[in-house]
T-cell receptor, first 114, second 114 residues
């Protein structure tokens, strides 16, 4: 999946710590989506951002989760006070424009909570 | 009833076979339909992107959409061992905020045996 870069690829945290996941969209893309893939579950939408704006966070858990996409730098998904249930693969996708454009995915960050 | 239903398989076929993958959905507001391929430990890779009912062909892949039946299919001709992966159907609509978040099926795991 050339283009959308996510790091780290693997992240291990202990319960109660913070996790920060980063996503750099494809060149020329200014729209970012975050999805979560729990074990044995399908990909679930979390949040949609444009530069400096959260457009749709209807899929985000109400507590501990936040996202940003600053004017400069990557988009960040932040999980505070992680719990075992946060263990999942987190994928970022980017698209070129607002509206219905194909979304291209990165290879994800696999978060493991000890 | 889940929004998008997809048989998880696993599906095992001999090399050269025609593969048929299917999804049904319940939300008549879905307008855009996609198929992604996901290799183990990788992100989803966009294969096909369609809007209207009917067929769309790209090489060995044909995507079929029947909006009246709320049913989409992906056909793979002359299947190859390199096609072994999990295939995800995805759909989107305008959530009202300009967010075309994707709703995914759980994926069908395909193995093509040499």
């Amino acid at each position: 999946n050339a283009g959308v870069m996510q790091n780290p690829r693997h992240l291990v945290r202990r319960r109660g710590q913070e996790a920060r996941l980063r996503c750099s969209p494809m060149k020329g893309h200014s729209h970012v989506y975050w999805y979560r893939q729990l074990p044995e579950e399908g990909l679930k939408f979390m949040v949609y951002l444009q530069k400096e704006n959260i457009i749709d966070e209807s899929g985000m858990p109400k507590e501990r989760f936040s996202a940003e996409f600053p004017k400069e730098g990557p988009s960040i998904l932040r999980i505070q006070q992680v719990v075992r249930g946060d263990s999942a693969a987190y994928f970022c996708a980017s698209s070129r424009d607002r509206g219905n454009q194909p979304q291209h995915f990165g290879d994800g960050t696999r978060l493991s909570i000890l | 009833q889940k929004e998008v239903e997809q048989d998880p398989g696993p599906l095992s076929v001999p090399e050269g076979a025609i593969v048929s993958l299917n999804c049904t959905y319940s939300n008549s507001a879905f307008q855009y339909f996609m198929w992604y391929r996901q290799y183990s430990r990788k992100g989803p890779e966009l294969l096909m992107y369609t809007y209207s009912s009917g067929n769309k062909e790209d090489g060995r892949f044909t995507a079929q959409v029947d909006k009246s039946s709320k049913y989409i299919s992906l056909f793979i001709r002359d299947s190859q061992p390199s096609d072994s992966a999990t295939y995800l159907c995805a759909m989107s609509e305008d959530s009202g905020a300009g967010s075309y978040q994707l709703t995914f099926g759980k994926g069908t795991k395909l193995s093509v045996i040499p």
